[in-house]
Every structure is written in C-alpha cells, then in structure tokens.
C-alpha cells in the first residue's frame, strides 16, 4: 500500500504477511549460516503455519460484522483492514503528526455521517487530544487498537493482532 510518505510501512498487521516475513527471515537466516539451515528453515515453516492459521482466525471472527468501515486517527491500518475485509472510510491524520486540512476534516466529518460511524481508531503511541473535538461534534467514541505491542507482559504477535481484532469486532458490532 502507498502511505503519505512512501510506501506503507505497516506490512505486519496482516497475520498473512507475518507468514511471509517468517519465509524470508528464515532464507536470509539459512543463508548467513548455512550449518544451521534446516533448523531454520523448519522454524520459518513453522512460524508462518502458525502466522497462515492465525490469519484463518482473525478473518473468521471478523466476517461476521455487519459494519466493516472504520475511521482511523494515523494511516496505518490498511494492511489489517485488507486483511479482515474491513474498509478504511476516513483517516484523521493521513501523515503523523500533520493535521488534517479544512477540507480533509469535511471529508472526515461526511465520511462519518454517511456511514453512521460510532467510533473513530487511535494508537496508544499517538496523543489524541487533537481529535476530542471531532469526537464530541459526531458524537464518537475512542476505540485504541495497537499496531506495536509491548506494552503487555509476555505479549506475542499473534496476542497482538488478537487484541487489535477483537478491539474492532466489539466496536463494530455494537
């Protein structure tokens, strides 16, 4: 996907290009060291079974809602929206940290209206003060999902993309 800046760095956030992340590590692994290749080559496999599995997961537990459009504070979140056949409506800042213009925020505000939206995504690395008035004017609610993960103890990948999807299939089936 294209981002403001280039291309869209949030490649991860699908479970299935987690799988393909997993294939190449273990290549470039098996390359550096080849004495140790099959192990690494079968530790990709493995990974990426487990990555292909939790795809199948989340898509499934996304399927079902009836609302698949969603409003995001930062642009990152089209890879999982692809992903989980959700669809990105509206996006506060299409680049970090750069407010939206008059005009985006026009966008922003018939995007929400004309899909009814009830929340609006932000990120706990990314201070929402900026969107409170949006917030209050459509009457939304703050709904965190996490790109980045860390911040619970014993955290994995797949126990963050679980909280992301889960996070958006209670805000979108209410």
């Known amino acids: 996907h294209r981002h403001e800046e280039g291309l869209d760095p949030h490649y991860w956030l699908s479970a299935a290009n987690g799988a393909a992340m997993a294939a190449t590590i273990a290549e470039a ?3 550096a060291d ?10 990709g496999r493995a ?8 795809h199948d997961e989340l898509r499934g537990m996304l399927a079902g809602l009836g609302e698949k459009r969603m409003i995001v504070l930062h642009d990152g979140w ?13 996006v506060f800042q299409a680049a970090r940290g750069r407010e939206p213009s008059p005009r985006g925020l026009q966008e922003l505000y018939r995007a929400a209206r004309r899909i009814g939206a009830r929340v609006l995504f932000s990120e706990p690395q990314l201070p929402a003060a900026s ?18 993960g860390g911040a619970v103890p014993g955290d994995s990948y797949a126990g963050l993309l679980r909280r992301d999807a889960r996070a958006v299939f ?4 209410r």
Request: with cysteine; proline share 7%; aromatic share 8%.
């Open 29 to 31: 692994l098996a390359k």
């Open 34 to 43: 080849p004495a140790r290749a099959p192990e690494y080559r079968a530790n």
């Open 47 to 54: 990974v990426a079974a487990e990555c292909l599995a939790l």
């Open 78 to 90: 089209r890879y999982f929206a692809a992903a989980y056949g959700l669809e990105i409506a509206a």
């Open 131 to 148: 969107v409170e008035p949006v917030l209050r004017d459509l009457g939304l609610r703050l709904v965190v999902l996490d790109p980045i």
């Open 170 to 173: 209670a805000a979108l089936s």
